[in-house]
């Protein structure tokens, strides 16, 4: 707990973003701090924490003599001979939202955490959550994955937390235990990190670990069988939803598990319109019941549901409309980095000519293929694993053209745009949605979306039109 802190010896694996939050934190708490990272000009870019009273030391194998904590960057992986050696000790090894869990949790009054996790849909989800809690008049905040340290979020005094966690944060946690929490989905990812899926899963689960009421998405398999088993179980459906579910009719979101706010299960109640959901999409009408979802369970009226979707503000590379040519949109999500995004991106259209590769990251892309080969007009394939989605295409969608660019970069992008801007029709969509990782061509997803639409704005039919 955050009093057992003070002039205890604790070891920051890690000098990224939640890295240096946990440092200050613990600073902040009175811990004696050491900061490890192999990169010591990351290190030196904290070099501030010294006047503080942190020490700063590259490369460490094994905790300092005397360590009682160790608190590990998330995506550091439990057989990295530095946590290996913590384990072997005996020293606990945590990571930086479960230090924010404990740090809250010596306040007056805690801050009530709504958890969001799943393999895809996360940030999305805790944006419509944020700004369906502000419109409540909620103290409210997205944090965790999304970008702002849980920590911080903490520090910062906020009464409601929106938390993204990923599978790794969720591996470091051991306490926690939110309110309300879901998986939103789970489908093939970061096997290289877990080893398998049912590892996978079982760090997914630990998001409801506590709960006070569980939700899950009945129209996925895992997100169902994870939830199996807790407390105060809600669900929702992209379907027409029973007692206990949110779900669709009528072209509304529709509560017919809170009824009037804290009762087991209500009559129905109109939350919003289909129309107030955006960026459209089914995936995204499942990500918004999610989000109202946490949202009943911390007590929000069904006006404030309806008013915060129409108010939320998506992020980038996350289904946005580049430029609408010819009668062709051009779509960035570049977030769809695996094949279950990628999937929900593609069903939101019709016709796509998609923009696909990179890195697959022991993912299979044998299903979205399939389930998309009639909707697929042409296929530019980009990055290291091109030849598997080639061999996927190849399979299963035999008719469909494809191109390949073997250049990397922003110039790859360039040369992939042109090439699906000829393949493109009136009523197409031209779809970047990579359904794999971004790193061999490009520093990250964000980087990889931008150069999607510096590409596409350089079109000679973009440019025309918007009068480039």
Known sequence: MAQALRDRDVLVAGAGVSGRSAAEALLAAGARVTLTDASEERLAELASLRAEGAELVPGLAEPPAGTDLVVTSPGWRPGVPLLAAAEAAGVEVIGEVELAWWLDRQRPEPAEWLAVTGTNGKTTTVGMLESVLRAAGADAVACGNVGLPVVDAVRAGHRV??????????????????????????????????????????????????????????????????????????????????PGQLGISGGA??????????????????????????????????????????????????????????????????????????????????????????????????????????????????????????????????????????????????????????????????QAVQLAAGHARPGTAVLLAPAAASMDMFTDYAHRGRAFADAVRALPAVATTTGG
């Not at 899926?197 to 689960?205: F, L, V």
């Open 253 to 414: 979101l529709v509560d017919r598990a809170f009824g009037g706010v804290g009762d087991a299960f209500g009559e129905d109640v109109r939350l919003a319109s289909i129309a107030d959901v955006h960026p459209a999409g089914p995936h995204n009408q499942a990500n918004a019941l999610a989000a109202a979802a946490l949202a009943r369970a911390h007590g929000v009226e069904p006006d404030a549901v309806s008013r915060g979707l129409r108010e939320f503000e998506p992020g980038a590379h996350r289904s946005v409309v580049i430029a609408e040519a010819a009668g062709v949109t051009y779509v960035d999500d570049s977030k769809a980095t695996n094949p279950h995004a990628a999937d929900a991106a593609l069903r939101a259209h019709p016709r796509v000519v998609w923009i696909a590769g990179g890195l697959l990251k022991d993912a299979d892309v044998t299903d979205v293929v399939a389930r998309n080969a009639e909707r697929l007009d042409a296929v530019v394939l980009i990055g290291r694993d091109r030849g598997k989605f080639a061999d996927a295409l190849a399979r299963h969608a035999p008719r469909v053209p494809i191109e390949q660019v073997a250049a990397g970069d922003d110039a790859g992008m360039a």
């Open 161 to 242: 937390l929106a938390v993204e966690l990923s599978s790794f944060q969720l591996h470091w946690s051991r306490s926690l235990a939110a309110h309300a929490g879901v998986v939103l989905n789970l489908a093939d990812d970061h096997l290289d990190w877990h080893g398998s899926m049912d590892a996978y899963g079982a760090a997914k689960a630990k998001v409801y670990a506590g709960n006070a009421v569980a939700v899950h998405n009945a129209d996925d398999e895992w997100s169902a069988k994870l939830a199996a088993g807790t407390q105060r179980a809600v669900s929702f459906t992209l379907s027409e939803p029973g």
